[in-house]
């Protein structure tokens, strides 16, 4: 199979709704990524991961051991935005009207007036979102795939840009509740930040933690200009050749004899979202195998099931590679 997967056009710039800013993507891209290095140390591909589910239209899923910064990178992403903001902190008790907002009845005027709730924001930190209950956790759903609540039957839209980062432990089991499936897949990516290097560290113990470095950080993007990436995002050139291979890739997982559950639609939707966000990333304005496989593990490694009887215990990952060896990959002319 061959294919072009070059488009015509300039690359993806900065345009915002209300014209174009000072700065293009790339520079936007790096002012971003630059403010956010300052609180985590050494994890540039981690922050940049993260800032293209953003662009993407994407949430994120953030699964690591405690204190290696995962609530820390949430909010140094909100603070380097200037848009809002809410940190939920999930607990057993926690209520889906405590995300999603509450009727106050108002005696002066005989009627109810709507209290939103934190979800109303344009970043919302989901800090250790598997301590909730799945009765709260689902409060989530209409929000993160239709960008809108209903409350007392009324649909309220959300304001883009719009995501939602969660945090959970993966080695917590006493009072944890398991993300279900159809919630983990709409999250755009789950990744890992792992320790810091040796050099990382000592910054950050000469930054005093950063709980400091977080509160010097200001904005360095307006909400506009997110806006205008997003929608720079959008208009990557996805050819037809890569729809086929995304396409092949999801039936593929479907076929492999140590999957349970393979890939949905949503996926391969989601899978070219963020190849789109990457191309934008790197400087293009087409995208190529090359963005689906650097965000492969990170966007597939939550929507598979791995069958219980496979017998060599396959990781996701490696279930993955053998998905995607399975498939040819298109060459352009």
């Not at 990524?33 to 800032?51: D, R, W, Y």
């Not at 800090?127 to 960008?147: C, G, V, W, Y």
């Not at 470095?213 to 050139?237: C, F, K, N, Q, Y």
Request: with cysteine.
């Amino acid at each position: 199979m061959t294919t072009e997967f070059a488009a015509d056009g300039p690359p993806p710039s900065g345009t915002a709704d209300n014209g174009p800013p000072a700065r293009g993507f790339a520079g936007l891209f790096d002012a971003i990524t630059a403010n956010v290095s300052q609180v985590l140390h050494g994890k540039t591909e981690t922050i940049e991961l993260a800032l293209m589910c953003l662009l993407a239209e994407g949430h994120l899923l953030v699964e690591d051991v405690p204190g290696v910064g995962k609530t820390s990178l949430a909010k140094a992403l909100a603070a380097s935005i200037d848009c809002s903001w809410k940190r939920v902190q999930f607990t057993p008790d926690l209520l889906p009207t405590d995300l999603v907002g509450v009727s106050v009845y108002q005696r002066s005027t005989e009627s109810f007036r709507f209290e939103p709730g934190p979800l109303f924001a344009n970043i919302v930190l989901a800090d250790e979102i598997n301590r909730a209950s799945p009765k709260t956790q689902s409060a989530l759903l209409e929000a993160m795939e239709e960008r809108q609540i209903t409350a007392d039957g009324v649909s309220r839209p959300l304001e883009p840009p719009f995501m939602v980062i969660a945090t959970q432990n993966p080695i917590d089991q006493e009072g944890t509740y398991r993300l279900p499936e159809s919630q983990l897949d709409r999250f755009l990516l789950r990744i890992a930040i792992g320790y810091p290097s040796r050099e990382a560290e000592i910054q950050m113990l000469d930054a005093q933690g950063s709980a400091a470095a977080l509160h010097r950080l200001d904005p360095v993007v307006s909400s506009a200009e997110i806006r205008g990436m997003i929608t720079a995002v959008r208009s990557v050139h996805v050819a037809g050749a890569l729809k086929s291979y995304l396409v092949d890739i999801a039936e593929a997982s479907r076929r492999h004899p140590a999957i349970e559950l393979g890939l949905s639609p949503r996926a391969t939707l989601q899978l070219a979202a963020g190849s789109r966000a990457h191309a934008a990333a790197r400087g293009r304005n087409y995208a190529t195998p090359d963005d689906v496989k650097s965000i492969a593990v990170a966007t597939l490694g939550h929507r598979i099931m791995i069958r219980s009887d496979s017998g060599a215990q396959l990781s996701p990952a490696d279930a993955i590679a053998e998905v995607f060896d399975a498939v040819p990959v298109p060459v352009p002319r």
